[in-house]
């Protein structure tokens, strides 16, 4: 995709860079711009990270499934071309944040990177499921620990997922933006255009706050009308109003 008018890097068990893609799908729909999916492994990021010191017990197992998944699409990449990745990991994030029984622990994080997980995806997005026996065909993580380096090379390294690079070569690049819900069909558009206006500011280096609504997402417990609750990561926690 020479012409994409996005670059997305994603790793399909970031419950925010899903967030993110979904509202990139709303703004291409209404733009008709062009996003090519691309890959940035958690797992390969945090390589030499002590998990045990510095991440919750389940995350390891998380990343590593998100290693394993990210074979199966680098595969797919090689075998069907690039058009097939979007359609892949739209059937990989409804699956993994999107389903009202998704129990986000550590025994599903796990089992997202199995065939009995991945097989039915992919039948789902009409691929065939012997695309799956790259779960464990580690000679894709060159390929993968290549496109990670790429993205982290447009942002800096202290950054998670996903990474934005709009206009590419020469256009704007970004972490995030990290967002807890999907805006509407106009505030997408609108959304979008002051994220893009204030990166393109060449002195814009970081805009952030710690308090945060939990993200509107099935898998980690949210439901359809249910009022909101801001996280604060420094502690404690207080009700949104309607």
């Given at each position: 995709?020479?012409?994409?008018?996005?670059?997305?890097?994603?790793?399909?068990?970031?419950?925010?860079?899903?967030?993110?893609?979904?509202?990139?799908?709303?703004?291409q729909a209404q733009r008709d711009y062009r996003v090519d999916w691309r890959f940035i492994s958690l797992r390969l990021v945090n390589a030499d990270v002590d998990y045990a010191a510095h991440?919750?017990?389940e995350y390891e197992a998380g990343h590593t499934s998100g290693l394993r998944l990210l074979r199966v699409a680098a595969r797919t990449r090689a075998e069907y071309g690039r058009e097939a990745?979007?359609?892949?990991?739209?059937?990989?994030?409804?699956?993994i944040f999107d389903r009202e029984d998704a129990a986000n622990d550590g025994?599903?994080?796990?089992?997202?990177g199995t065939r009995e997980f991945v097989e039915?995806?992919?039948?789902?997005?009409?691929?065939?499921?012997?695309?799956?026996?790259?779960?464990?065909?580690?000679s894709w993580d060159a390929e993968l620990k290549a496109e990670t380096d790429e993205a982290l090379l447009l942002t800096g390294?202290?950054?998670?997922?996903?990474?934005?690079?709009?206009?590419?070569?020469?256009?704007?690049a970004f972490f995030g933006p990290v967002i807890s819900r999907l805006p509407t069909e106009e505030q997408a558009a609108q959304l979008w255009d002051h994220v893009i206006g204030l990166t393109r500011f060449p002195g814009f280096a970081e805009l952030k706050r710690s308090l945060r609504e939990r993200v509107q997402l099935r898998a980690l417990g949210w439901r359809d009308g249910e009022v909101g609750e801001l996280e604060?990561?420094?502690?404690?926690?207080?009700?949104?109003?309607?």
């Open positions: 995709m020479a012409d994409a008018d996005i670059h997305f890097y994603f790793d399909p068990v970031c419950p925010f860079a899903w967030m993110t893609s979904k509202w990139v799908r709303m703004v991440f919750p017990p990745i979007g359609p892949l990991y739209a059937a990989l994030g409804e699956k025994a599903e994080r796990k089992s997202r039915p995806v992919l039948a789902s997005v009409g691929l065939p499921p012997a695309l799956a026996d790259a779960l464990d065909d580690t390294k202290d950054v998670g997922t996903p990474i934005l690079h709009f206009e590419p070569p020469e256009g704007v604060d990561w420094h502690g404690g926690s207080r009700r949104l109003k309607k």
